[in-house]
């Protein structure tokens, strides 16, 4: 780990190369099947490269950084970031329902925000992503470069983590997973409902006050 002619991709991937050996150990005591030592890299560095995409670096009175705790306050990004709250206002599955996100700067201030009326969903873990994908597109379109994901959703982190371990909304999470592979840097953190709120209170207005119009725009809202 502390040999620097190995390019920091590769040392950043060896705990996942263990984990992936150990899965592969079982694999053929357990089920007499085993992975080449081709996937199991390639399983290695795409791991080490979504972890890396969904922790950055923050000081934190634990001094641990990748820490997820849930905010009970907005907290701002560094100074080189933007930060996106999103959220999703969903009610059953018979129902459209509303998606939003506002992005704002390292002192607070409010670059744009958006809300979007998406078709009828079977269950909460489907809105977010799909809202999570929405947001990512708009922010790669107005060349946003580091962003913290802002979620009240801690589901929506622990799945696009581990995506292997939610099958169900596999094909989901890949097309998330490959589009913060476009970012230089994604992060991810836990809101409260009260730290999410000004988020959440542009989602509910779609189904609480029929407002189906999508719209963007800069600043915030009134």
């Known amino acids: 780990m502390a040999d620097e002619s190995v390019s920091s991709e590769s040392r950043r991937a060896i705990p996942w190369l263990l984990w992936a050996i150990w899965k592969n150990m079982n694999a053929i005591i357990f089920a007499n099947t085993r992975d ?3 996937r199991q890299v390639l399983f290695a560095m795409e791991e080490a490269k979504l972890w890396k995409g969904l ?3 923050r000081n934190s009175p634990l001094n641990c950084p990748s820490a997820l ?3 009970r306050s907005w907290s701002p990004p560094l100074q080189s970031q933007v930060k996106c709250n999103i959220h999703a206002n969903w009610r059953n599955n ?3 329902y509303g998606g939003s996100w506002i992005t704002r700067d390292y002192q607070g201030r409010v670059n744009h925000h958006a809300r979007e009326a998406f078709t ?5 873990l ?3 992503p799909r809202v999570l994908l929405w947001a990512l597109q708009s922010l790669r379109a107005l060349h946003v470069q580091e962003v913290v994901i802002g ?3 801690s589901e929506l982190v622990e799945a696009i983590k581990r995506p292997a371990d939610w099958p169900k909304y596999r094909w989901l999470l890949q097309q998330v997973v490959k589009l913060i592979g476009a970012f230089p840097m994604v992060g991810f953190e836990i809101e409260s409902a009260t730290s999410n709120f000004v988020a959440r209170e542009i989602a509910r207005s ?4 029929g407002l189906f119009q999508s719209y963007l725009a800069l600043g915030g809202p009134s």
């Open 36 to 38: 080449s030592v081709r």
């Open 55 to 57: 922790n950055r670096a």
């Open 69 to 71: 705790v849930l905010a």
């Open 94 to 96: 018979m129902l459209h």
């Open 120 to 124: 009828s969903s079977p269950d909460r």
């Open 126 to 128: 489907t809105v977010e």
């Open 151 to 153: 979620s009240d959703l």
């Open 206 to 209: 779609v189904l609480r006050n």
